[in-house]
């Protein structure tokens, strides 16, 4: 049984609605998350356009950062700390590279990194990094980000590990209801496969962990692109998870939690496919008993009964 | 005053998320439907592409459908005899007919319903069959469509009742913001009366009841078309109910509970042209106290203010 | 600090999903507002196509209003006498200006706000009138509509005060997700400036206060555009408000409640542009302890850990 050991936390984001929590109830939730069995957490990027998430001097200088309310990357530690869990790093989503300009996408985040590094390395929680920048296929010079970061922050922090989250460019994501629309860009196995080696092949010793979004193809397809992936990383050297959304995104509210059918479907794909874990995106929102959603608290619910074995037979309940 | 006195079921389903809940909680859920003098179930449908209510070697094979995490089906019968409920069984949703295929709909659903009868037909909470095939006019070879199942699932059953839910095409399906770019695509009255008047008479003692679904019309126009219907109905001995939609087409949210106002309207209109009874889509996401959707409560409490007639007179609170 | 002291209620609404609540459930709700520090509450329209807040003679005739459930605007003004709060009345949006008959607009408004003062004009929290009409640039005959109905608001009712709420016509309105499609239609400061000159000089003595709304322009550039605001306010002998948006506009679910640290940014730049005084769009559903949306429970605490100097060092929590 696949088990879930880790979520990201998606505080600066531009399509998660926020949920207006101050510390004590961050407390509660990371207690929800140990509940459950989760001891890592990620935030998911220190900053996205001006909005960030400590007081950077970098960013305020170099896109006129907006000073944040609380610092969440100090307070996101001190609770990992509390709880016994570990933090992840996750770097600055520019999007220079996006736009042709990867230089400055590294540019930008080495600063931000070393700068994160002085502030925060020293604290007992800070277990290694996560690279924002997210990819679905071989574009935008990614293997030089990957490669040039990765390596930065390893050399930085004494080796401390890398990882990045890839989505799989398929059908959910060009054609989640099935109009036949933008079907025909979802990209194909071989193509996947082909290029993910490169990219792995560009990147070892850099990042060592890749989890794989598994909401962007078809729930049908999931353990062939998943099983890629693994045969890939077992090459490669790089350790190959699964990034379980709890989210749905073929519905007409974006997003919702997900229906725990589908969820289920997805972890026992990523389990026949042999990945090493399983991170989610993300708790907080989907599957937390505090969620604003409370079809987050159902999910919950649904998953702690997986775990005591309760969906083992296909018609018990 | 109208009473709405049976729900829909929407488990699977393309466009309400899913409330992520174990059997307790349909448990309380059906009490609560009884609580409110609901006594009828009709479970929409019992699958919608892969995705299916119960284990079917028939649905596995034709449309290679996914293993369900329990059975809904089972769980839905067990609890209407626990509470006393009738339930109704809706078919398979394949859509082949609205591609061209109405011989294939046809034949996997009689396929469907055969084993769907020999499973849970000694049920003793089994009460009739839905034709879960929605339609507005008259197209898609409907009426072959509904004489040759309504036929089929009676002779199976022993003369079973059989049922189906179409809509009103009008222009809340068309133009719900009244943008004026489709609104002349909208069903006229002359029309729909004409269309349901040759559906009717095509499958006459195979469907015995229709309830219309009463969101697709403006609201000053619901009274004028249920009526038509119902004039149609008597001429070709067919029950006509309102199927009372409890969630709002005219919000950027889609899809939230109506604002109970639009609603007290829809069953004022619906009690004016006569109609048999009502029937609503759906108690579980839009009406119950249990609902993730806090203005369901909302409309829970509105509408036993209503039972109690608390609208009667017009300023009262 | 700037406080909020005013709130809109929108119950009559084209995007604002009901939330159903009863005369218990918003007397509830204004005594939430009183505990933040909330003393007037403007409704934010009495009518708007054929749904009414009261039941009213006038538009049963002119637009074939729908005879309203309840009279809200006596409960509005009753919960207002009631929690020692102030009540303003907004007239009737027929949206007739907008499609090139102002005539009709201010003909209709006159009759409607003749007919409430009638009704509602003697009690003891009736305190004034918002017209409802909104707007961003000069046009649609705006001087002549606010001019007219303002002083026959002020006439009628021996004085009382007048106020509106146009938006900031700018970026987070033509292009919330910055995708760059619209950017251009955005307003620029200096025609901000001009055309609101304009706007007020045709309505000096006939509006007495203005409330921006928050929402329309980029974070970053709200102080400037309430700056020009306020200088052109204090020119003609306007008050000049900010009226804070508590939901989203960059979220693809349309609307949630905002994130705080937006709403703060919001806060802090009206406060420096020297508004006199912030009313906000709206409580109920988006900043309410009683709210539907639990994000809005959250956006109350942290409301409150503002109100008592929680947020004052860039730091803490």
Redesign the interface.
Known sequence: MLKITATFIDEIT??????????D?WDKDFAAMKAIGIDSVTMIRCGHG??ITH?SKVLEKEV?A??????LT??FLDLAEKHGMKFYFGNYNGGFHVRGNYRKEIDINKAVCEEAWERYGSHPAFAGWYLTQEVGRLQWNIIEVFHELGKFCKELSGGLPTAISPYIEGIQLYDP?RTGVNAGKSVTLPDFEREWNEIMAGITGCVDTISFQDGGCD??ELEDFLTVACYAGKKHGITINTNVEAF?R????????????KM??KLRAAEKAGVAGATMFEFSHFMSPN?????A???N??YQ?YLAGG?ET????
Chains 1, 2, 3 share one sequence.
């Not at 907006?66 to 610092?71: A, K, Q």
């Not at 073929?250 to 059918?261: C, Y």
């Not at 969620?291 to 079809?295: A, C, G, L, V």
């Open positions: 531009g399509d998660i609605p926020h949920q207006n929590w101050l510390a109830d001006r909005w007081p006129n907006y000073t944040p309310v609380t610092d100090k307070l209801f729930y049908s749905d073929d519905m007409p509210i974006r997003f919702l939690p997900i229906k725990w059918d289920l479907l969620s604003s959603y409370f079809q608290h159902g999910l619910r649904c009964h969906f296909s018609e018990n309940q």
